[in-house]
């Protein structure tokens, strides 16, 4: 990940309050040196185009996630504590930053965008990785139940992961993310438990 400095953190975090408040199409260089109050000129010293601002905010979220994710696949927990851990470390990011949704899961950015999808698909084959260790480990030390393909495993989580952040960002955050991840889970736990 690139050192970024304070004015381009600043201008990812306009950036995605902007998504945030109206879609990829509000992020604009002239909006964004409304909402900052500086020039256009002066957003263009620190971002060739907007192309490498949504790089910038994608690059920044996902860099320190992917450490953590590594992290969690050589801790001494079982597999169904790390996956916990991976379900936890995701939510908690979302909910630390809400803003963060509209920007991750917004797939009207990723349209015109081909450089950015091929960036996204990268992150995510690393989560899906990384995920596919953890299960295929816990099913041979007998900590997670080996009936189920552990491909279908991270198929459940990854896509029930999405599937809530969006539901609650829709919902315009009206339920504790972190406690529905804490009831997710326990569901996730009872269903990858051995018999």
């Known amino acids: 990940m690139s050192e970024y400095t304070d004015r381009q953190l ?3 975090d306009a950036a995605i309050e902007l998504i945030a408040q109206g879609g990829i199409q509000q992020l604009t260089m002239k909006n964004l040196s409304k909402l900052i109050g500086i020039s256009e000129p002066a957003i263009y010293r620190h971002f060739e185009n907007k192309s490498s601002i ?25 597999g169904i504590d790390k996956i916990q851990k991976f379900i936890e470390m995701h939510f908690a990011a979302f909910h630390q930053k809400p803003t963060l949704a509209s920007v991750i899961f917004s797939e009207e950015i990723f349209q015109n965008e081909q450089h950015l999808a091929d960036m996204i698909t990268k992150i995510m084959d690393k989560f899906r990785l990384i995920l596919m260790q953890i299960v295929s480990d816990g099913q041979k030390t007998g900590n997670i139940r080996n009936d189920i393909a552990p ?3 991270v198929t459940i989580v990854m896509g029930s992961l999405r599937l809530i952040v969006k539901r609650w960002h829709f ?8 406690d529905e991840g804490l009831s997710f889970c326990e569901s996730i736990r009872k269903i990858l438990e051995p018999a």
């Open 10 to 12: 600043q201008i990812i």
């Open 151 to 153: 491909h279908h495993i």
């Open 171 to 178: 919902s315009r955050h009206s339920f504790d993310l972190r």
């Open 54 to 78: 949504l790089e910038a905010i994608h690059d920044t979220f996902s860099i320190g996630k992917q450490t953590l994710v590594t992290d969690i696949l050589y801790t001494q927990l079982s």
